[in-house]
Nanobody, 121 residues
Framework: QVQLVESGGGLVQPGGSLRLSCAASGSIISIVDMGWYRQAPGQQRELVARITSGGATNYLDSVKGRFTISRDNARNTVYLQLTSLKPEDTAVYYC???????????????WGQGTQVAVSS
């Protein structure tokens, strides 16, 4: 089993910055990829950014050039640097991972509890 612990959310003014962190722990054999999703009230959950174990990245079009995803494979940690924040970025941000654990050959999906990002003046 994998636990994802998120941190870094908060209230910020438009144009400001935040850095979100997500650390994976448990009996992990390998992590295929890690990423961030977000969900605003009344909206669908959407993929914001993801990064594979090999370093390939993918971003939501509306955050390209403003958000940067990175990882520390040795610590099983993924980061999301949010800059030039806009009110429409307000959402709960969820960490996501696909990983293998001991005694299980399958790749499973795991979710964090979410961290609130609020962009408001």
């Amino acid at each position: 089993q994998v636990q994802l612990v998120e941190s870094g959310g908060g209230l910020v003014q438009p144009g400001g910055s935040l850095r979100l962190s997500c650390a994976a722990s448990g009996s992990i054999i390998s992590i295929v990829d890690m990423g961030w999703y977000r969900q605003a009230p009344g909206q669908q959950r959407e993929l914001v950014a993801r990064i594979t174990s090999g370093g390939a990245t993918n971003y939501l079009d509306s955050v390209k050039g403003r958000f940067t995803i990175s990882r520390d494979n040795a610590r099983n940690t993924v980061y999301l640097q949010l800059t030039s924040l806009k009110p429409e970025d307000t959402a709960v941000y969820y960490c996501n991972a696909h990983a293998r654990v001991v005694f299980d050959i399958r790749v499973r999906e795991y979710w964090g509890q979410g961290t609130q990002v609020a962009v408001s003046s």
